[in-house]
Structures are given as structure tokens and as C-alpha cells.
């Protein structure tokens, strides 16, 4: 099972935080960036990254710097989702906010019902990921830092994004009755996105953490340790 808090041990309120340079660097990568650089977390996570960027990370200098990704992973995947190499389709109704009724007089003299509807949304262009780019890269000036960056679209393959939107207000006496229905587009030639996650997880919950349930995101969840503002100890995150 996920490791909680009830399997920490006396102490563990002062027990040290993981180090991620220690986790994903390898020793001496780790030792350099700040960390304690001797290993304790083994070689697998180091090695694991080291794959990632070697074979799915690599850029090809004819290819306008295009990572091999695409074509080893997002190319595949989006055509066997929608029958076309980098595109999502999503052919159904994606949000639907209505009102049947409207109550108050002031808005019921408007609409006696109206409704939003987003729907059909569909993506080209996910095949250009381009460096530079990072995944989970620990940041040198702190422990608990990992940044992420990616970039996609060029100039002749740029990132496309269309969605339906639908708008109806309806009523017999309604002043402004209308149902109408159009596709949004938004089209970029170049997307760039940072997100720097800041984590604080115990190292005997990670040492502890099941292989079996490295794909639970539950119990990803469960070793970020439980906030110690307010009363409640069951709830809220650190």
C-alpha cells in the first residue's frame, strides 16, 4: 500500500526532505549542483534520465531542432488516437453549463433559459516538441525545485487549436433569443511553457514507496507530508 502518515516513525518531524539533485543527478552531477552528491537514493532515477535525454531528448541538426520524440512517441500515439501524426481530436461535448429555468425577475425578463456548450476540440502541430527543453531538472540553488520547459511549433508546422462554441438563450418572450453555434481557432508558430514544481517529500516515505504502485498517482500524493497549519492534521497539503 501507499505510504502514509501513520508508517512515520518517532522523529520524523525533524526528518531531513528528499533532495531531488540526489534523486535524478548522478553522484557527481549531484555533489557539483549542491546536493550530497553519494547516491543514496541508487543509479536507476540517473539512469532512467539519462535514457530520456539521450533517445527521446536528442535534437537532429537537419530538423529545424525537433526532439526524437516526436517521432518515437507523439507521432505514434496521436495517430492511432485520431488517424493523424500530431493531432488530438476530442469529438464530443467537453463542457455544457445550462440553466432550464432562470429564476430571478431581473435575468428571467432577458432568458427563460439559456446554455454554453464547448465541444469538438482539435489539435495539430504536437509533433514539433524543439529544444531546449527540460523534465524534472533539479534546480541548483535549492533542494526541492524541479523545473520543466517545452517548446513546440515552427514556422511551417505551426500549433493549432480549434474548439466549438455554442451560445443559446431561448425563451418566447426573450428580447435577445438567439442559438449560435462557432468554431474558435487559435494558431501560434511558437508555444514556449515553464512549470517549476516545489515538493517536499520525506525520504523514509520515498525509500519505502512501492515499484508496484509507481503509476498511482495516489500514492505520489501520499508522501508530500500533511501541513501542520490548523488544527485538522487530515487535511491540507505542505
Not at 518531524?13 to 543527478?25: H, P
Not at 464530443?92 to 431581473?106: A, C, K, Y
Not at 418572450?173 to 481557432?185: F, G, R
Amino acid at each position: 500500500r501507499c505510504p502514509t502518515a501513520d508508517d512515520d516513525e518517532d522523529g520524523a518531524e525533524l526528518e531531513a526532505y528528499v533532495d531531488f539533485r540526489d534523486v535524478f543527478l548522478s553522484k557527481a552531477e549531484a555533489e557539483l549542483a549542491g546536493g550530497v552528491g553519494d547516491g543514496r537514493h541508487g543509479n536507476v532515477l540517473p539512469w532512467v534520465m539519462n535514457v530520456i535525454e539521450d533517445q527521446l531528448l536528442a535534437t537532429d541538426d537537419d530538423s529545424d531542432g525537433l526532439l526524437a520524440i516526436n517521432d518515437m512517441l507523439v507521432a505514434p500515439l496521436t495517430k492511432s488516437q485520431s488517424g493523424s501524426e500530431g493531432v488530438l481530436k476530442l469529438n464530443r461535448t467537453l463542457l455544457d453549463i445550462h440553466e432550464e429555468e432562470v429564476m430571478g425577475d431581473l435575468r428571467k425578463a432577458f432568458a427563460d433559459n439559456w446554455r454554453l456548450t464547448l465541444s469538438d476540440l482539435r489539435i495539430t502541430g504536437l509533433d514539433t516538441f524543439r529544444s531546449p527543453i527540460k523534465v524534472l531538472e533539479p534546480r541548483t540553488s535549492t533542494a526541492h525545485l524541479l523545473e520543466n520547459q517545452f517548446n513546440l511549433g515552427i514556422a511551417n508546422k505551426p500549433l493549432d487549436a480549434t474548439i466549438r462554441f455554442g451560445m443559446e438563450v431561448g425563451g418566447a418572450s426573450s428580447p435577445i433569443a438567439t442559438n449560435n453555434v462557432m468554431d474558435l481557432q487559435l494558431s501560434m508558430t511558437s508555444v514556449e511553457m515553464f512549470a517549476v514544481i516545489f515538493a517536499t517529500v520525506k525520504e523514509s516515505r520515498f525509500t519505502k514507496f512501492p515499484l508496484k504502485d509507481i503509476l498511482n498517482f495516489s500514492c505520489w500524493l501520499s508522501m508530500i507530508p500533511v501541513s501542520t497549519i490548523g488544527v485538522d492534521r487530515n487535511a491540507g497539503l505542505a
